[in-house]
């Protein structure tokens, strides 16, 4: 039998419900219960079962309600086709229309007086949907070296790069290879000999560097306070030496050390390189787990039930197309990206002219990894900005408006994704309930 989901209109209002269920093309029936009436509709495959004159006035009555419930049932066989149908979007205007008072308010094409009368025997669904634009996910060929560059050079304050503090007395094996890799991550690797020497303030990890035991001897109560500083400063720590002594790694452990890794045993060659492959995986996973973003356990309990069963069992292609459909009912213009370890890449989108093969923007970029690290949506731009320019360009156009939305999607290990959009430079509206939304959708596609 299906399980029934119930909520509270205070966390997702009739128009979202109804956006949200026709985007991801469900079926079922939904029952909207409010203080100035009640009212079932059937959704057949995204569409609106229109039903009579009088509850369609009730539906546009209730529309802006935000004190009652909600009661989905997924998966019923609605009206069997019976009727018209239409999507969110007009069924809303119609709605609204129908209340009569309210008329002229909100423009719709559907002719809601034959609409009323049954007169208009069926519309298509799918007309009010907006065509969707998928970008293959091919490796790219520019690791975007030159763009993160060039944005230093002209702009260095629009930079976001993680510091890590890097505590060695053998700096060389962070010269190379290991720091231009992380540098295209969005890490900048600050090098330190003596461990009474730095600071936790400005930095976001730590990592300690011993190639041999000898290195600590006699000063091993200065590394444990350096260790204890950035544990108690709530920054990571990894340390990488030798794991013969079972005293010391205990002292580590007791101290806080976030992960222990044995250094190689010789220098250089396929031990180093392996060395190099299981500490980026390291310290990328301790970053997603600080920047694990709030708005997960934000999300109504009640919401995240609704939008799971929508999407269970559904490809990751049909999830995102749903985001971007969302997303449409109240933008122009929107494109996906996903945040990867050397690029955030746009994967689909809508109204922009997107670039063949999928644009893409470097790690670091402050505009974005801002919104990557807060988990916070972030509404306006700066256009003229060296950031906005590089990711207007990743969808294909010279600039963006000012009034541009960035909208984080994300799971509890972090942000995994970004929502971008516009009207086409004119304000945007209250997109409180479509980033919860889309948070919470955006996590399933990578």
């Given at each position: 039998?299906?399980?029934?989901?119930?909520?509270?209109?205070k966390?997702?209002?009739?128009?979202?419900?109804l956006?949200?269920?026709?985007a991801?093309?469900?079926?079922?029936?939904?029952?909207?219960?409010?203080?100035?009436?009640?009212v079932?509709?059937?959704?057949?495959q995204?569409?609106?079962?229109v039903p009579?004159?009088?509850d369609?006035?009730v539906?546009?009555r209730?529309?802006?309600?935000?004190?009652?419930?909600?009661r989905?049932?997924p998966?019923l066989?609605?009206s069997?086709?019976?009727?018209v149908?239409?999507?969110?979007s007009e069924?809303?205007?119609a709605?609204?229309e129908?209340?009569?008072?309210?008329?002229?308010?909100f423009?719709s094409?559907?002719d809601?007086d034959?609409?009323i009368?049954g007169?208009?025997?069926?519309m298509a669904?799918a007309?009010?949907r907006t065509?969707?634009?998928d970008?293959?996910a091919?490796?790219?060929?520019?690791p975007?070296d030159?763009?993160?560059s060039?944005?230093?050079?002209?702009a260095p304050e629009?930079?976001?790069?993680?510091?890590?503090?890097v505590?060695?007395?053998?700096p060389?094996?962070w010269?190379?290879?290991?720091?231009r890799?992380w540098r295209?991550?969005?890490?900048?690797v600050?090098?330190?000999?003596d461990p009474v020497?730095p600071?936790t303030?400005?930095f976001?990890?730590l990592?300690?560097?011993h190639?041999?035991?000898?290195?600590?001897?006699?000063s091993?109560?200065?590394?444990?306070?350096?260790?204890?500083?950035?544990?108690e400063?709530?920054i990571?720590v990894?340390?990488?030496?030798?794991?013969?002594?079972?005293?010391?790694v205990g002292?580590?452990v007791?101290v806080?050390?976030?992960?222990l890794?044995?250094?190689?045993q010789?220098?250089?060659?396929?031990?180093?390189?392996r060395?190099t492959?299981a500490?980026t995986?390291v310290?990328?996973?301790?970053?997603?787990?600080?920047?694990?973003?709030a708005?997960?356990?934000a999300?109504?309990s009640?919401?995240?039930d609704?939008?799971?069963?929508?999407?269970h069992?559904?490809?990751?292609?049909?999830?995102?197309?749903?985001l971007?459909?969302?997303?449409a009912t109240?933008?122009s213009?929107?494109a996906v990206?996903?945040?990867?370890?050397t690029?955030i890449?746009?994967?689909?989108?809508?109204?922009?002219p997107?670039v063949?093969?999928?644009?893409?923007?470097?790690?670091g970029?402050?505009?974005?990894?801002?919104?990557?690290?807060?988990g916070?949506t972030l509404?306006?731009i700066?256009?003229?900005?060296?950031?906005?320019?590089?990711l207007?360009?990743?969808?294909?156009?010279?600039?963006?408006?000012e009034?541009t939305v960035?909208?984080?999607?994300?799971?509890?290990?972090?942000?995994?994704?970004l929502?971008?959009g516009?009207?086409e430079?004119?304000?945007?509206?209250d997109?409180?309930e479509?980033?919860m939304l889309?948070?919470?959708l955006?996590?399933?596609?990578?």
């Amino acid at each position: 039998m299906t399980r029934p989901l119930s909520g509270s209109l205070k966390h997702l209002t009739p128009p979202a419900l109804l956006r949200l269920i026709s985007a991801t093309g469900a079926t079922g029936s939904l029952e909207l219960v409010t203080d100035i009436g009640t009212v079932q509709l059937e959704i057949e495959q995204g569409g609106v079962v229109v039903p009579s004159g009088e509850d369609l006035s009730v539906v546009g009555r209730i529309l802006d309600r935000v004190e009652g419930a909600y009661r989905f049932v997924p998966g019923l066989p609605g009206s069997s086709g019976e009727g018209v149908t239409l999507d969110a979007s007009e069924f809303m205007s119609a709605a609204r229309e129908a209340c009569g008072p309210l008329r002229g308010g909100f423009a719709s094409e559907v002719d809601v007086d034959s609409l009323i009368a049954g007169e208009i025997l069926e519309m298509a669904v799918a007309a009010g949907r907006t065509d969707i634009h998928d970008l293959p996910a091919e490796p790219l060929e520019n690791p975007l070296d030159d763009l993160l560059s060039d944005l230093e050079a002209m702009a260095p304050e629009e930079l976001l790069l993680a510091q890590v503090c890097v505590v060695t007395v053998d700096p060389r094996p962070w010269k190379g290879v290991l720091d231009r890799e992380w540098r295209r991550r969005g890490w900048e690797v600050r090098l330190f000999g003596d461990p009474v020497d730095p600071e936790t303030s400005g930095f976001d990890f730590l990592v300690v560097h011993h190639q041999m035991s000898i290195t600590r001897v006699g000063s091993e109560e200065d590394w444990i306070d350096l260790v204890t500083r950035f544990v108690e400063a709530r920054i990571p720590v990894v340390w990488v030496g030798p794991m013969g002594d079972p005293m010391w790694v205990g002292r580590l452990v007791d101290v806080g050390v976030s992960f222990l890794l044995p250094a190689p045993q010789v220098e250089g060659g396929e031990s180093a390189h392996r060395l190099t492959g299981a500490l980026t995986t390291v310290v990328e996973r301790l970053f997603r787990q600080r920047n694990s973003i709030a708005s997960e356990s934000a999300t109504p309990s009640a919401v995240a039930d609704l939008v799971d069963t929508l999407v269970h069992g559904v490809e990751v292609e049909e999830i995102l197309g749903a985001l971007l459909q969302l997303a449409a009912t109240q933008l122009s213009r929107g494109a996906v990206f996903s945040v990867e370890g050397t690029a955030i890449r746009c994967r689909a989108g809508f109204g922009y002219p997107l670039v063949p093969g999928g644009g893409a923007v470097p790690r670091g970029v402050g505009l974005l990894e801002r919104v990557i690290r807060t988990g916070e949506t972030l509404t306006g731009i700066d256009p003229d900005g060296g950031g906005a320019g590089q990711l207007a360009r990743a969808l294909g156009s010279e600039t963006l408006p000012e009034a541009t939305v960035v909208i984080p999607l994300g799971t509890r290990s972090g942000v995994v994704g970004l929502m971008v959009g516009d009207l086409e430079g004119r304000d945007l509206p209250d997109l409180n309930e479509l980033s919860m939304l889309a948070g919470r959708l955006g996590g399933a596609f990578v």
